[in-house]
């Protein structure tokens, strides 16, 4: 019964090594819902990258970004400016939720966002303003 | 003799059910890889090919 037992406990072991090698690999992020963000984030980072270099955006400490300083814009374009930040924190946002999902742990999510936040600031072209973990801009 | 098997039973369910926990745990290396390709991409900080370019700032002037 004993030794029974035992090889029984066994055999569940190695049945779930698969299992967690699998968790061990990589993240799914080929679905058409994260490439079509990937595109358009990718074209709105063409208008965005000279307000990153000037300063007038910045990285926020969770993985979105900011209007850090709307005077470095002129004035006519700071709406623009704006919509552009709005609409990338909703890229963002999706972004994060959708590689949540398709990963099937939607409650990664959080997880996720704060992975990217600290790789974008990693990423960032030096001159590029981010938040530090206290919330404090700093210039890289 | 029965509190044996019954305590390898006890110990078998901890082992599953540490394993399920295992499961799922935040691959915080797989993320951080997904984050690089994904914002390589978009930051457009390497083109195509898997060579490591050094990052060059996006065409500020």
């Known amino acids: 019964m004993y030794s029974q037992i035992l090889r029984l406990w066994m055999a569940v072991l190695l049945l779930w090594m698969p299992l967690l090698a699998f968790a061990a690999a990589d993240l799914e992020i080929n679905t058409p819902a994260i490439g079509s963000l990937k595109t358009t984030m990718q074209q709105r980072h063409d208008q965005l990258a000279g307000h990153y270099a000037s300063g007038a955006v910045g990285l926020t400490r969770n993985g979105l970004v900011a209007v850090r300083d709307a005077t470095l814009v002129p004035l006519a374009q700071r709406q623009a400016v704006n919509g552009l930040v709005a609409a990338e924190n909703q890229d963002r946002q999706a972004l994060y939720r959708e590689i949540a999902r398709a990963n099937g742990h939607p409650e990664w999510e959080d997880e996720i966002r704060a992975t990217f936040a600290q790789r974008w600031v990693q990423k960032a072209a030096s001159g590029w303003w981010y938040q530090n973990q206290s919330g404090v801009w700093v210039r890289k | ?61």
């Not at chain 2, 044996?4 to 399920?20: G, H, I, N």
């Not at chain 2, 799922?24 to 951080?32: K, Q, V």
Request: with cysteine; proline share 8%; charged share 25%.
């Open chain 2, 1 to 61: 003799m029965r509190t044996l098997p019954m305590a390898m039973a006890v110990l078998l369910a901890a082992t599953v059910s540490a394993c399920v926990t295992i499961n799922i745990y935040f691959p915080a290396a797989a993320a951080e890889k997904a984050a690089d390709k994904i914002i390589d991409e978009v930051w457009q900080l390497k083109k195509s090919g898997d060579a490591p370019a050094p990052a060059k700032p996006d065409e500020q002037k």
